[in-house]
Antibody
Framework: QVQLVESGGGVVQPGGSLRLSCAAS????????MHWVRQAPGKGLEWVAI????????YYTDSVRGRFTISRDNSKNTLYLQMNSLRTEDTAVYYC??????????????WGQGTLVTVSS | EIVLTQSPGTLSLSPGERATLSCRAS???????LAWYQQKPGQAPRLLIY???SRATGIPDRFSGSGSGTDFTLTISRLEPEDFAVYYC?????????FGQGTKVEIK
């Protein structure tokens, strides 16, 4: 069965850096794009970034572009999110999710359980 | 960027009642790229409906989706106790993905 397991969250000071990982199993990782989605405490979902299955394309939401970098290692079935210049407003649970894109639909069909990032001095 | 506005913010209903949730887009959305997710406290979101009326694997048929253009609806025909949760609509378009702010379905 499809499993996505995030790790790497923790407490970091404003201006600091953190790298999140998402270990995938149960499917052929290299055939799917992957997303990061975050959720601030008590708030709704916010899409953060996507990377194409082969890493050829990457897109970001405006608030993280230039600070966050999404990447993947298909040989290790792992997705990453490098977060630099962190701000207090980046505090959230970060989820990885699998992208499914067919001729008729596009969706995020499997999600990990999330990892909490807290940016605080 | 397409903005999705969900209404109402909170829906207070009793088990067995019908729930109708609305998602309105700031500009036209391809129906193929509109989806709905359910999230319960402390859990990850779960895909319910996509494109915009197909149920995801294992989703009971009391959940249905409809709509086109800028107006989409998620309907739960008869609320079961496990359906009380927050629901989000979501769209993809022009290399951008956005979520609505969510509708909380709570027990009346």
């Amino acid at each position: 069965q499809v499993q996505l397991v995030e790790s790497g969250g923790g407490v970091v000071q404003p201006g600091g850096s953190l790298r999140l990982s998402c270990a995938a199993s149960g499917f052929t990782f290299s055939t799917n794009g992957m997303h990061w989605v975050r959720q601030a405490p008590g708030k709704g979902l916010e899409w953060v970034a996507i990377i194409w299955n082969d890493g050829s394309k990457k897109y970001y939401t405006d608030s993280v572009r230039g600070r966050f970098t999404i990447s993947r290692d298909n040989s290790k079935n792992t997705l990453y999110l490098q977060m630099n210049s962190l701000r207090t407003e980046d505090t959230a649970v970060y989820y990885c999710a699998r992208d499914v894109w067919t001729t008729d639909a596009r969706m995020l069909d499997y999600w990990g359980q999330g990892t909490l990032v807290t940016v605080s001095s | 960027e397409i903005v999705l506005t969900q209404s109402p913010g909170t829906l207070s209903l009793s088990p067995g009642e019908r729930a109708t949730l609305s998602c309105r887009a700031s500009q036209s959305v391809s129906s193929s790229y509109l989806a709905w997710y359910q999230q319960k406290p402390g859990q990850a979101p779960r895909l319910l409906i996509y494109a915009p009326s197909s149920r995801a694997t294992g989703i009971p048929d009391r959940f249905s989706g409809s709509g086109s253009g800028t107006d989409f609806t998620l309907t739960i025909s008869r609320l079961e106790p496990e359906d009380f949760a927050v629901y989000y609509c979501h769209q993809y378009g022009s290399s951008s993905w956005t979520f609505g702010q969510g509708t909380k379905v709570e027990i009346k």
